[in-house]
């Protein structure tokens, strides 16, 4: 039994598909990457895990957590599980934290909506020493932390009431490199030491290859690849993750020098979406049919799948 | 996608002439912050430099300082070889351009693209055909047609674009230099590549000299001649890059190395903390606080600033 | 070059048109503002200036409203609705001159106040708040007296004493812009600080400066109403304010002639109403991205 299943989950904003029929399971003390850049369809994909859409946003399928759909759920249920079942790392975490109120105030909120400890100060202190900050610091107020120690309140804020699975959308993009492996590092032990799921959402492929168990990168709200982390950074079979992989190259690798690696145009809109595969247009390796023919994921090697008519079953 | 004739590592690129460079510069905020602590750096015509560093430690002060925005406290910046005159700033802007990290924030919402690239070219009232002048800048930057682009305001192109159009307006002056601060960070990865090698590709074509502020060593290694790394106001490693970030000899440079994701790299040196402020420099080397392998002298003893002499020089008590 | 240019401000013109053209609150108020603005137009043509003049009224005292004298008579016998008319010639003229005095004193001194670091900025700052602190009644009162009654002294002294709220208000705002990378980039480009204030600064400051005047004209419209009625204006000039001053003082309202009391009042509210609307709509508009940059 999965801890999250998305079983053909599709989202659309009025005419906009977001996202298009995606299905991934995610088990409990497994990390699962999402590798993608602005306008695949990733964030919408997470907001879906906690129902955080707005009323505009059709959902069509089934997001299966700890055995129920959320998608079905009542309305008092979801409260139950928003944050106690299942908490977001916001990504830009100077705007997720309130700038008037003290950290400690903000953490201990969840805290009390849900009622998951009696002495909450002491649960709040708890929290800060989880993530490596000292328990004094509950009294300062957001603008008075660096980009990492506020990146780190957030993961803090995720975890208030214990939660099964956490949802990480680009936790450490605007972080410095020694900041983003000591969050990573956090991240990954927080996992194996609470025995959660994770979903680490990015579009740097390296983070992911690192961090991850698998990968699953998505294009214009679909996914285009899936597999293990290792094998995907190692051997990426998509054209995109190919171009994505490159985009963060490996220091030592004398191909890359002087060769920057990436994809003319720009990710597509999800208003206007290419026929056939949609990452024709870009693809440097594309054929003929890719404009007329609609891709699937097909079998591309033990446990990967790839939507290339390039990749032969 | 790859651009430009891969030019071979061991090999001098540039020309050897100095363009852009510092001489013991230092630039110190309220008389207690000092971003920049004492800096020699010399960049040659043609050359690409990337200078590198995480937030705080002074690499984009220093690049203000060295486009003239900012004053420095002590030392001189040089132009062509010639100390900065601060009161012919005008001229000194047509060759020396900037581009900044956030093209969104970077472009005046209200005016054109047409305008914004032109602008450079009515403040400094360039003689000639104002359109030719705008079309060759956005061409050159890789916005084609660029008729199409005119009318267009920031907020309907995408990231990619509005950086070009950037490029484009700083182009347009027909600079000689361009100091790039973070110039891909806030782009889409797929995007990157191509700004990058539009880079690269104004240095082989025009012959630009390029500085890039970053905090990315993967862009040093795609695009850099020469990486310089900066902490705590200060260069503490510079040389050619293939030499300072496959045999990196300062221990900073050696973390920063280790912690760039990578699965052939399993040991990592994780630095405890983020480096301190700047208002509160430590005594001896500067990285002592946090250095993994640091001696009994590293708290007393008086590093030189790295020279200009070219090779790969790290500013540490093992190496000297 | 220049067909480029024109290119894109007639572009830029019609665009605006086709939008505003739609917002039905703007339509409102342009509608009404039309009215009020060709009454003042036709007036001198339309009207003799024997209406005005008090020995030729041939009415009654007091008539209340008839075929004749559809807004009815005042003490000395004139047509009101005729007195109302020509009174929107001079309610209009001081209420736009002075504000265009205020807006163009304000935005600068607010701009460079703002722009400018220093001694400069800090002595502007000191004056804006002098005369914001100083209530704007006796400031009034005591100008206009030593000036002496004229409509072209009420428009200066309105237009002096109204430009401080605005000045504060656009030098916050020229701060926040000065703080973004596009001010950086143009100085990085070469531009000195005229070029930075008028062609980044002052686009963007535009919106709120736009703003800022509607609500200034309905302040200027009801200073003039006020100082008039409190009899500093030009006792020979009929504006809504004088009218109203006279209705009071010949008893008009003992007298019960509502046709006297009410309709300068209800101008007054019309035109600041139509110019609130009509500010408010071109606000909407103006930004490019439909929101405040």
């Given at each position: 039994m999965?801890?999250?299943?998305f ?9 906009i598909?977001?996202?298009r ?5 995610i ?7 999402i ?20 009323d ?5 399928g089934a997001?299966i ?10 309305w008092?249920r ?5 944050w106690?079942?299942a908490?977001i ?8 934290l ?9 953490l ?7 009622k998951?400890?009696?002495?909450v ?11 490596g900050?000292?328990?004094s ?10 980009g ?14 214990a939660p099964?699975?956490i ?7 605007a972080?410095?490199?020694?900041v ?10 927080l996992?194996?030491e609470?025995n959660?799921?994770?979903?680490l959402?990015?579009?740097d ?5 690192t961090t991850?168990?698998?990968i699953a990168?998505?294009?214009a709200?679909?996914?285009v ?11 990426p079979?998509?054209p995109y ?11 030592g ?5 002087y060769?920057?690696?990436g994809?003319?145009?720009?990710p ?5 979406l290419?026929?056939g595969c ?6 440097p ?6 404009a007329?023919t609609?891709?699937?994921l097909?079998p ?10 390039r990749?032969?079953? | 996608?790859?651009v ?10 540039a020309s ?5 460079g510092a001489?013991?510069?230092a630039v110190?905020?309220g ?6 602590d004492?800096?020699d ?8 430099v ?6 705080g ?5 220093l690049?203000r300082?060295?486009l003239?925005l900012?004053k420095?406290?002590a030392g001189?910046?040089l132009f ?5 005159d601060?009161?012919r700033?005008k001229?000194f802007?047509?060759q020396?351009?900037?581009?900044l990290?956030?093209?969104?924030g970077a ?8 305008d ?9 009232k360039v003689?000639g055909?104002?359109?030719a002048?705008v ?7 890789g916005l084609?047609?660029p008729?199409?682009?005119f ?6 192109l995408?990231g990619?674009q509005r950086?070009?159009?950037v ?6 002056l027909k600079?000689r ?6 110039p891909v960070?806030?782009l889409?990865?797929?995007v ?6 539009l880079l690269?590709?104004l240095?082989d ?8 502020v970053?905090h990315d060593l993967?862009l040093?290694w ?6 310089a790394?900066?902490?705590l ?8 890059t293939?030499?300072?970030l496959?045999?990196?000899?300062h221990?900073?440079t ?6 760039v994701?990578?699965?052939?790299r ?7 903390g ?7 420099i ?9 250095c993994?392998v640091?001696?009994a ?9 790295l020279?200009i002499?070219p090779?790969h020089r790290a500013?540490c008590v093992?190496?000297t | 070059?220049?067909?480029i ?11 605006f ?5 739609h917002?039905?609150?703007g ?8 009215i ?7 007036a001198?043509?339309?009207i003799?200036?024997?209406a005005?003049?008090?020995t030729q ?9 008839s075929?004749a004298y559809?807004?009815?008579t005042?003490?000395?016998?004139r047509?009101?609705?005729l007195?109302?008319a020509?009174?929107t010639?001079?309610?209009l003229?001081?209420g736009?001159a002075?504000?265009?005095?205020s ?12 722009h ?20 704007f009644l006796?400031?009034a009162i005591v100008l206009?007296?030593?000036?002496g ?6 428009i ?8 401080a709220g ?8 020229t ?5 973004r990378p ?12 005229w070029?930075q204030m008028?062609?980044h ?6 919106p ?11 302040i200027?419209?009801?200073?003039e109403?006020t100082l ?5 204006g030009d ?9 109203l001053?006279?209705?009071?003082s ?7 002639a ?10 007054v509210?019309?035109v600041?109403l139509?110019?609130?609307l ?6 909407r ?7 405040t940059a």
């Amino acid at each position: 039994m999965s801890l999250l299943e998305f079983r053909d989950v599709s989202v659309d904003y009025g005419d906009i598909p977001a996202v298009r029929g995606v299905t991934l399971n995610i088990e409990r003390g497994e990390v699962l990457g999402i590798a993608g850049e602005s306008g695949c369809g990733k964030s919408t994909l997470a907001a879906t895990v906690l129902r955080l859409l707005p009323d505009s946003a059709r959902v069509g399928g089934a997001v299966i957590l700890d055995d129920q759909d959320v998608l079905t759920m009542t309305w008092g249920r979801l409260r139950a599980v928003r944050w106690a079942d299942a908490a977001i790392v916001f990504q830009g975490a100077l705007h997720g934290l309130n700038p008037v109120q003290a950290i400690g105030k903000q953490l201990a909120e969840p805290i009390r909506l849900h009622k998951t400890a009696t002495d909450v100060d002491a649960r709040v202190a708890e929290l800060l020493t989880q993530v490596g900050l000292p328990p004094s610091r509950a009294r300062a107020f957001p603008h008075e932390l660096s980009g990492g120690q506020r990146q780190r309140v957030m993961i803090a804020m995720a975890l208030a009431c214990a939660p099964d699975l956490i949802i990480a959308d680009e936790p450490t993009t605007a972080l410095d490199v020694m900041v983003q492996a000591q969050v990573l590092d956090l991240l990954t032990s927080l996992v194996r030491e609470l025995n959660m799921g994770m979903v680490l959402i990015s579009h740097d492929l390296g983070v992911l290859g690192t961090t991850c168990d698998r990968i699953a990168v998505m294009y214009a709200g679909r996914i285009v690849e899936t597999g293990p982390a290792l094998d995907i950074f190692d051997d990426p079979r998509h054209p995109y993750t190919r171009a994505l992989a490159g985009a963060f190259p490996r220091i030592g690798d004398d191909a890359a020098r002087y060769a920057p690696v990436g994809l003319p145009g720009d990710p597509p809109y999800a208003g206007d979406l290419p026929s056939g595969c949609t990452f024709h247009p870009r693809c440097p390796e594309v054929m003929p049919e890719c404009a007329t023919t609609t891709v699937e994921l097909r079998p591309a090697g033990p446990g990967r799948a790839a939507a290339c008519l390039r990749v032969l079953p | 996608m790859t651009v430009g004739q891969p030019v071979a590592d061991g090999q001098p690129v540039a020309s050897g002439q100095p363009m852009i460079g510092a001489r013991d510069l230092a630039v110190v905020f309220g008389g207690r912050v000092r971003a920049v602590d004492g800096v020699d750096l010399e960049v040659d015509a043609g050359e690409i430099v990337a200078l590198v560093g995480e937030s705080g430690c002074g690499k984009t002060t220093l690049a203000r300082t060295l486009l003239g925005l900012e004053k420095p406290t002590a030392g001189t910046v040089l132009f062509e070889g010639k100390p900065l005159d601060y009161r012919r700033l005008k001229d000194f802007r047509r060759q020396v351009q900037l581009v900044l990290q956030d093209p969104l924030g970077a472009l005046n919402p209200r005016h054109t693209v047409y305008d914004a690239v032109a602008e450079g070219l009515r403040i400094h009232k360039v003689p000639g055909d104002e359109q030719a002048q705008v079309s060759e800048a956005l061409s050159q930057a890789g916005l084609r047609p660029p008729e199409r682009f005119f009318l267009r305001y920031p907020h309907e192109l995408s990231g990619g674009q509005r950086q070009r159009v950037v490029i484009a307006g700083a182009l347009a002056l027909k600079p000689r230099v361009l100091i790039a601060d973070e110039p891909v960070s806030s782009l889409d990865a797929s995007v990157r590549g191509e700004i990058l090698g539009l880079l690269l590709r104004l240095r082989d074509e025009l012959g630009l000299t390029v500085l890039v502020v970053t905090h990315d060593l993967g862009l040093a290694w795609n695009i850099a001649d020469r990486v310089a790394v900066m902490y705590l106001g200060r260069i503490v490693e510079v040389g050619p890059t293939a030499d300072v970030l496959q045999s990196p000899q300062h221990p900073y440079t050696q973390a920063l190395l280790s912690v760039v994701p990578d699965i052939a790299r399993t040991e990592q040196i994780v630095l405890t903390g983020e480096p301190p402020d700047p208002a509160r420099i430590p005594t001896g080397c500067r990285f002592h606080p946090r250095c993994p392998v640091v001696l009994a002298e590293c708290t007393s003893v008086v590093l030189p600033i790295l020279g200009i002499e070219p090779g790969h020089r790290a500013a540490c008590v093992r190496v000297t | 070059m220049t067909t480029i240019a024109g290119q894109r401000r007639r572009l830029a013109l019609s665009r605006f048109w086709t939008q505003f053209r739609h917002d039905r609150a703007g339509m409102t108020g342009l509608i009404i503002l039309g009215i009020f603005i060709l009454t003042a137009i036709l007036a001198p043509i339309l009207i003799s200036p024997d209406a005005l003049d008090v020995t030729q009224a041939e009415g009654d005292r007091f008539d209340p409203p008839s075929l004749a004298y559809p807004l009815g008579t005042d003490e000395s016998g004139r047509s009101i609705l005729l007195l109302l008319a020509w009174g929107t010639r001079i309610s209009l003229t001081v209420g736009l001159a002075a504000t265009i005095i205020s807006m163009v004193i304000g935005t600068a001194v607010g701009i460079m106040a703002g722009h400018f670091r220093g001694v400069g900025s800090h002595a502007l700052v000191g004056v804006t708040d002098w005369f914001l602190v100083i209530p704007f009644l006796p400031l009034a009162i005591v100008l206009a007296t030593v000036l002496g009654p004229s409509t072209l002294n009420l428009i200066i002294v309105i237009g002096i004493t109204s430009w401080a709220g605005t000045a504060r208000l656009i030098r916050a705002q020229t701060m926040s812009i000065e703080g973004r990378p596009y001010i950086e980039r143009s100085r990085a480009l070469g531009a000195g600080n005229w070029h930075q204030m008028t062609r980044h600064v002052l686009p963007n400051v535009f919106p709120l400066v736009l703003a800022n005047t509607t609500l200034t004209v309905a302040i200027v419209i009801l200073s003039e109403t006020t100082l008039s009625f409190l009899g500093l204006g030009d006792p020979l000039a009929p504006s809504w304010g004088a009218i109203l001053d006279r209705a009071f003082s010949t008893g008009a309202v003992s007298q019960g002639a509502w046709w006297y009391v009410l309709p300068p009042g209800i101008c007054v509210v019309l035109v600041v109403l139509a110019f609130t609307l009509v500010g408010r709509a071109m606000e909407r508009i103006v930004d490019p991205r439909g929101s405040t940059a």
